[in-house]
T-cell receptor
Framework: DAGVIQSPRHEVTEMGQEVTLRCKPI?????LFWYRQTMMRGLELLIY????????DSGMPEDRFSAKMPNASFSTLKIQPSEPRDSAVYFC???????????FGPGTRLLVL | ELKVEQNPLFLSMQEGKNYTIYCNYS?????LYWYRQDPGKSLESLFV?????AVKQEGRLMASLDTKARLSTLHITAAVHDLSATYFC???????????FGKGTLLTMNP
């Protein structure tokens, strides 16, 4: 299996621009998670989906962030407009059953100038 | 709100010595996960602990879970350079998929 796939791997953009991060979960997994990692705040769960339905988006920082999962094999995390404080590594993870582990993708390093 | 605390946050290891990382959590849970992260890399699953008294071992690493004490430990036996990384514990609540991560413990090898 190719594992969780994320794109782009690196993104540099200017403040105010729209940023779209993409994720393809492991085939057959029914849950998908978006995390953000920074030095200051550590690893934070932003949102997760189960069977393509958003279950908990309480970690989404504000209205500038939105996430979608139109089908079982694709999800997007969008930031519009982006701000310098959004600079972080964004990880996507997928999982099979509640009591199983989550498998993390390689991450997208986002730098907002 | 579930809180997860790891200690120590930093550990400078000497080759051949033993070390322990502690993970305390604030509410009842029987799902505890350990992950490893190398610098600039993603998180790699190490252990899944799903019951009180669970013990898992892989190479020089051994993880255990005490749900009554709300404590998990990651024990390192005879440290080697390859174990240098950041180690995270994560705790799940009930049937909720959500995991709450600790801040991580950075292990480095003393030259």
């Amino acid at each position: 299996d190719a594992g969780v796939i994320q794109s782009p791997r690196h993104e540099v953009t200017e403040m105010g621009q729209e940023v779209t991060l993409r994720c393809k979960p492991i085939s057959g997994h029914n849950s998908l998670f978006w995390y953000r990692q920074t030095m200051m705040r550590g690893l934070e769960l932003l949102i997760y989906f189960n069977n393509n339905v958003p279950i908990d988006d309480s970690g989404m920082p504000e209205d500038r962030f939105s996430a979608k999962m139109p089908n079982a094999s694709f999800s997007t995390l969008k930031i519009q407009p982006s701000e310098p404080r959004d600079s972080a590594v964004y990880f996507c993870a997928s999982g099979d059953r509640v009591r199983e582990t989550q498998y993390f993708g390689p991450g997208t390093r986002l730098l907002v100038l | 709100e579930l809180k997860v605390e790891q200690n120590p946050l930093f550990l400078s290891m000497q080759e051949g010595k033993n070390y322990t990382i502690y993970c305390n959590y604030s509410t009842t849970s029987d799902r505890l996960y350990w992950y490893r992260q190398d610098p600039g890399k993603s998180l790699e699953s190490l252990f899944v602990l799903l019951s009180n008294g669970a013990v898992k071992q892989e190479g020089r690493l051994m993880a255990s879970l005490d749900t009554k004490a709300r404590l998990s430990t990651l024990h390192i036996t005879a440290a080697v350079h390859d174990l240098s990384a950041t180690y995270f514990c994560a705790v799940g609540e009930g049937s909720n998929y959500k995991l709450t991560f600790g801040k991580g413990t950075l292990l480095t090898m003393n030259p």
